[in-house]
C-alpha cells in the first residue's frame, strides 16, 4: 500500500491497515522466545531456562543497543522518500551496511569480555554459568547478519514497504523455530542447540533478503547499489548523531530490561525462570503493539517530508488511540488463557506456581505501555532523537532506583510494578517534548 494513495488525513482504517503485514511479522518474533522458552521450560531442570534467560536477555540487550541501525534508516529514509530522493535512500541503506558489520567485528572481538561480565553480574551457579557461556560462544557469531537485517528492515519500513519487511522478520522467525526445535528435540543439544538454531537462521535469511533487496533497487529506483561516494560529511555527521542518540535510548532501554533479569536472579533462581516466562507475555503484547509504532515512524517521515501538518497530527491521534484499544483486547486474551499457556509453557510445578501469583502484571502493563511504544515511533519518524534519548535516560535512572526499593520490601511484585512505572514515565517524558516535533512543519 503506498502513501501516496492515501488521503491528508490518515484513519484508522488506513493505519490498521498498514500496520496488518507488521503485525504478523511481529507476532513471529516472540514466538521465537516463546518456543525457545517452551523447549528449555520442559527439559526438567531450571538451569537450561535459567542460562537461556540470561544468555538471551544479555544478546538482545547487545543486539537492540544496536537498534538505531534500523530506527535510524527509517527516519532518515522516510523524509527522503517523501522528497523523491531516491539516491540518499540507497546511499544510507548502504552506509549503515559498512556500520552494521563494523559494529558487529567489535562485538566478536568482546566475547570474552561479556562472558566475563556475566559471570560477576548474575548469582548463578557454576553449571548455569557455563551454559550461558556455550550459547553466547555461539550466539555472537549471528550478530553480522542481525544487525544487518535490521538495516534491511529499516530500509522497507521507510519507503512502505511493511509487507516485505514483514516477510524478512516472518522468515527469519520461522527459520528459528524450525532449526532452534529440531537441534534441540532431535539432537538433544539443549542451550547450544537453540543459539546454533539462532545463527543458521540468522545467515540465511540474510542472503535471501540481500539478493532480493539487490534486484527490488535496480527494478524501483533504477539505481545499482555501489559502495562509493559514501563519504560525505554533512551527511556522515547527521548519520552518526541520529544514530549515537537512538544507540544511548536504546542501551537504557535493554539495560532496564536486563536489569529485571538481575533483579530477578537476586531473588532466585526460581523467580529468575518465571520472569524469564511472564517476559515473554510482554514482550508479545510489545510487538504487536509496535506495529502501530513502526507503520507510524514512515508515516510521519513521510508527511514530515511533504511538510504536511494536518496529515502528521492526524496519524498521531488515531495511531494512539488503535494501539490502546488493541492493548485492552491483548490484556482480555491474557486473562482468559494465561493458565492454559503457562503449562504448555513449563511443565515445572513451582514455576507454574509462582507464575499464577504475578499473572495480574501481564494484564495491567500492556494498556499502560501502549502510550510510550507509540510515541516512541512518532519521535523515530520525525527524527527527534535527542529528545528519545533524554526521555529514555530519565525514566531508565528513576526506575533502576525505584525497582531496588521496592523489591526490597515487596519481592518480585515490587519488581513488576516498577517495571509498570517505567512505562508510565517514558510516556509521560515523551509527551513533555512533544511540542518540538511540531517546529519541523
Known amino acids: 500500500m503506498r502513501l501516496s494513495n492515501y488521503s491528508s488525513k490518515f484513519s484508522k482504517k488506513q493505519i490498521i491497515l498498514l500496520s496488518i503485514p507488521v503485525f504478523f511479522s511481529n507476532l513471529a518474533i516472540p514466538l521465537v522466545g516463546i518456543v525457545d522458552t517452551g523447549l528449555m521450560g520442559n527439559l526438567g531442570e531450571t538451569k537450561y531456562l535459567a542460562a537461556t534467560s540470561i544468555a538471551t536477555s544479555v544478546m538482545t540487550m547487545v543486539i537492540w543497543s544496536f537498534g538505531f541501525l534500523r530506527m535510524g534508516t527509517v527516519g532518515i529514509v522516510s523524509q527522503a522518500y517523501g522528497r523523491a530522493d531516491y539516491r540518499e535512500i540507497v546511499k544510507t541503506l548502504l552506509r549503515n551496511f559498512v556500520i552494521a558489520l563494523l559494529i558487529a567485528l567489535l562485538i566478536i572481538i568482546l566475547t570474552p569480555l561479556i562472558n566475563f561480565s556475566i559471570q560477576h553480574f548474575f548469582n548463578t551457579s557454576t553449571e548455569t554459568q557455563k551454559l550461558i557461556n556455550t550459547y553466547i560462544n555461539v550466539r555472537v557469531f549471528s550478530v553480522p547478519a542481525e544487525l544487518i537485517i535490521y538495516v534491511l528492515v529499516g530500509f522497507y519500513l521507510g519507503i512502505q514497504k511493511t509487507q516485505i519487511s514483514s516477510l524478512l522478520i516472518v522468515t527469519l522467525s520461522v527459520l528459528n523455530i524450525v532449526f532452534s526445535s529440531v537441534l534441540v ?250 511540542s518540538k516535533i511540531l517546529r519541523k512543519f
Open 185 to 434: 528435540l532431535s539432537y538433544n543439544l539443549n542451550v547450544f542447540g537453540v543459539a546454533l538454531g539462532t545463527l543458521l537462521a540468522s545467515y540465511v535469511t540474510l542472503i535471501i533478503f540481500t539478493l532480493f533487496s539487490y534486484k527490488y533497487i535496480i527494478k524501483k529506483f533504477k539505481i545499482i547499489p555501489r559502495f562509493e561516494k559514501l563519504i560525505v560529511q554533512s551527511k556522515i555527521i547527521k548519520l552518526l548523531n541520529i544514530n549515537l542518540d537512538i544507540f544511548i535510548r536504546t542501551l537504557f532501554l535493554t539495560f532496564s530490561f536486563l536489569w529485571v533479569t538481575y533483579q530477578g536472579s537476586k531473588l532466585g533462581e526460581d523467580y529468575l525462570a518465571v520472569n524469564t516466562i511472564l517476559m515473554q507475555f510482554i514482550i508479545l503484547a510489545a510487538f504487536f503493539l509496535d506495529a502501530y509504532a513502526f507503520s507510524t515512524e514512515g508515516i510521519v517521515g513521510y508527511s514530515i517530508g511533504r511538510r504536511n501538518k494536518t496529515s502528521f497530527l492526524q496519524v498521531v491521534k488515531n495511531s494512539i488511540q488503535v494501539s490502546l484499544f488493541t492493548a485492552l483486547i491483548i490484556s482480555i486474551l491474557y486473562l482468559i488463557f494465561f493458565k492454559e499457556i503457562i503449562n504448555v509453557i513449563t511443565d515445572i510445578e513451582i514455576l507454574r506456581f509462582i507464575s499464577y501469583q504475578h499473572f495480574i502484571w501481564i494484564i495491567i502493563i500492556p494498556p499502560v505501555a501502549s502510550f510510550c511504544y507509540q510515541l516512541d515511533g512518532i519521535f523515530i519518524g520525525a527524527s527527534q532523537t535527542k529528545e528519545i534519548r533524554n526521555a529514555m535516560i530519565i525514566s531508565a535512572v528513576i526506575f533502576i532506583f525505584i525497582s531496588i526499593y521496592l523489591t526490597n520490601y515487596f519481592d518480585n511484585h515490587g519488581l513488576w510494578f516498577s517495571l509498570m512505572l517505567f512505562m508510565v514515565l517514558r510516556a509521560l517524558t515523551l509527551r513533555f517534548y512533544f
